[in-house]
């Protein structure tokens, strides 16, 4: 008979999801500038429901997240190509227990400077 009945795989599999994620979500934000800067890239849908994020990619792999109050202005520009310029900041995400942090990079006061038009959008 076993010793224990808890099977750890769960709990380890779990901590591996959340690892994961926060590595993509935080992809190489080390070294992102910040103060007022323009980036050119897409606006992209990061992390799974209920938790999922708007977040600008750049075309050079970095991820900034996009605060809340700039979502609304921001309706039908996901997947095109733009030019934004923008401020960006450094913050740090903690879980509720404060076991766990991530820190990352987000933007604010959005302005698009260009947009191109997505193909699949026009008429050949």
Same mark, same amino acid.
């Given at each position: 008979?076993?010793?224990?009945?808890?099977? *750890? =795989?769960?709990? +380890?599999? $779990?901590?591996?999801?959340?690892?994961?994620?926060?590595?993509?979500?935080? %992809?190489?934000? @080390?070294?992102?500038?910040?103060g007022r800067i323009v980036l050119t890239?897409?606006?992209?849908?990061?992390?799974?429901? *209920? =938790?999922?994020? +708007?977040? $600008?990619?750049?075309?050079?792999?970095?991820?900034?997240?996009?605060?809340? %109050?700039?979502? @609304?202005?921001?309706?039908?520009?996901?997947?095109?190509?733009?030019?934004?310029?923008?401020?960006?900041?450094?913050?740090?995400?903690?879980?509720?227990?404060?076991?766990?942090?991530?820190?990352?990079?987000?933007?604010?006061?959005?302005?698009?400077?260009?947009?191109?038009?997505?193909?699949?959008?026009?008429?050949?």
């Amino acid at each position: 008979m076993r010793d224990s009945l808890f099977n *750890p =795989f769960p709990v +380890l599999l $779990f901590c591996a999801c959340i690892v994961l994620l926060l590595s993509f979500s935080c %992809d190489s934000e @080390g070294d992102a500038p910040l103060g007022r800067i323009v980036l050119t890239g897409r606006f992209v849908v990061v992390g799974n429901m *209920p =938790f999922a994020r +708007l977040a $600008f990619r750049t075309d050079d792999g970095k991820t900034y997240l996009v605060v809340r %109050d700039e979502i @609304g202005k921001l309706g039908g520009m996901q997947g095109k190509q733009v030019v934004i310029a923008c401020r960006a900041e450094r913050a740090v995400l903690e879980t509720p227990n404060r076991k766990r942090s991530a820190a990352l990079v987000i933007i604010r006061d959005i302005r698009i400077l260009r947009s191109d038009e997505d193909p699949s959008d026009t008429d050949p």
